[in-house]
């Protein structure tokens, strides 16, 4: 699965993105992370606070860095 | 959807998961004893102190030294209490409020009315800097119309708690309740003003074609629990962020309060000298700081005979004039409407110098 960090590189965003490598190495999942910092595309999403966290396309968070445990949750509730 | 992901925050998760009532009451009995702690440590601060400082090297007013250490020992604990109890506060009540439920409240209102709620919005909806853009995007793509907009724009990083709570602590209630005030008259009224300038044609194209998909609105589905969680999650992300600067600011403060002499600042920033509100201004455009650095700066131009209007020009005019927001805005709004944008703030801001070195 695709664990899609949205946000145009600031410092939160690149916390987001190592919280959600470190769940996805702690839970084992099978899933690749994905930056995604063109507005473009994030607009697509819908999303109007960054980062924000989707899993295959549906965003599961926004505004806030989640924590390594609160993704991981999410990650085996995918 | 977005429900999978809020029972996933906060809780164990899968069956067997402690239920809300259960998690509620022992969340709400740490808070009852932090409460408690809190208010029982905040009554002693002076005496502490005192005890820290007066008691091995005299009184308050002996030296220089002891008048700042003093300063430094009672302001510091006191303020960084204000300030987690506040953020935690704030951050419970943003739970209540997302950019997506901003949106919808405001979309299609009329201006005027629609300028004042999106200012108030401003203050309680979340909003990060980076996410400006964005924001922007959705509103404008939502219907709010662009005045509205920005009176948003305006309000959200100038009237923070952060803010508020430092002038509280530091300064007196009424100077945070004048800056707030000024602060939502100001989003209100420049907002208002760009309106009725019909700027629309001044906002990049791309954003008017760009299709936004919508997004689900999670702040009614959190539980207590959840909220309570996030007012923490808040308190340690902005604290630990703002602690360093606060800690500096005060110490800053207590060398001006201990050693530079009263009515210094009174000459240099005093009522009589009308050029000191412009000259606060374009001091304070290039200057970027949180509201935490700069706040005790204010404390201490005021404590030593700065006109309250000049400081507060300044104040605003570092805290809602920065360049890295310009900069964040020049991706959607053409130069000439930013241009305006700025002008429009800054003349606010003076107007709001002027006035108060006039009343008060």
């Known amino acids: 699965m695709k664990v899609q960090i949205l946000g145009m590189g600031c410092a939160k965003c690149n916390d987001l993105a190592a919280n959600a490598k470190a769940a996805i190495e702690q839970s084992g999942a099978d899933a690749e992370i994905v930056k995604i910092d063109a507005l473009p595309e994030i607009m697509k999403f819908g999303v109007m606070s960054t980062p924000a966290l989707a899993i295959d396309g549906e965003v599961k968070a926004s505004g806030k860095v989640l924590s390594v445990a609160q993704i991981t949750t999410m990650l085996e509730g995918a | ?360």
């Open chain 2, 1 to 360: 959807m977005a429900d999978d992901a809020i029972r996933g925050y906060g809780t164990q998760g899968g069956p067997g998961e402690v239920p809300e009532s259960r998690q509620l009451l022992v969340r709400l009995s740490v808070l009852a004893a932090a409460l408690t702690a809190w208010v029982l440590l905040y009554r002693v601060l002076s005496p502490i102190a005192c005890a820290l400082v007066c008691a091995p090297l005299g009184p308050k007013d002996a030296s220089h030294f002891v008048s700042a250490l003093w300063f430094f020992a009672y302001e510091m604990p006191k303020v960084l209490m204000l300030l987690a109890l506040v953020v935690f506060g704030v951050g419970v009540i943003r739970t209540f409020f997302t950019p997506e439920r901003t949106r919808r409240l405001l979309a299609g209102r009329r201006e005027t009315a629609g300028n004042v709620l999106a200012a108030m919005l401003g203050v309680v909806t979340p909003f990060c800097s980076c996410s400006a853009v964005p924001l922007f995007i959705g509103f404008v793509e939502a219907g709010v119309p662009l005045g509205v907009t920005l009176s948003f724009l305006i309000a959200a990083p100038m009237v923070n708690e952060v803010a508020l709570v430092l002038l509280f602590g530091l300064v007196g209630w009424q100077v945070a309740l004048i800056y707030a005030g000024a602060g939502l008259l100001l989003a209100v009224v420049a907002g208002w003003v760009i309106g009725r300038l019909h700027m629309e044609r001044h906002v990049e194209d791309w954003v008017y074609e760009i299709r936004m998909a919508e997004q689900e609105d999670a702040s009614r589905s959190l539980t207590w629990s959840q909220r309570i969680d996030e007012g923490v999650v808040a308190l340690r992300e902005i604290v630990g962020r703002v602690w360093i600067w606060v800690v500096i600011g005060i110490a800053v403060g207590a060398g001006i309060h201990g050693y530079v002499p009263e009515d210094a600042m009174a000459s240099i920033m005093g009522a009589e000298a009308w050029w000191t509100v412009p000259a606060a201004v374009l001091v304070g455009v290039p200057m970027y700081s949180n509201a935490a650095g700069i706040v005790p700066v204010v404390e201490a131009l005021l404590g030593k005979g700065a006109a309250l209007g000049s400081v507060l020009a300044f104040m605003m005019s570092v805290i809602a004039l920065s360049l890295p927001e310009a900069i964040i805005l020049r991706k959607v709004l053409k130069p000439r409407l930013i241009g305006l944008f700025l002008t429009i703030v800054a003349a606010g801001i003076v107007g709001v110098g002027f006035l108060f070195n006039a009343i008060m």
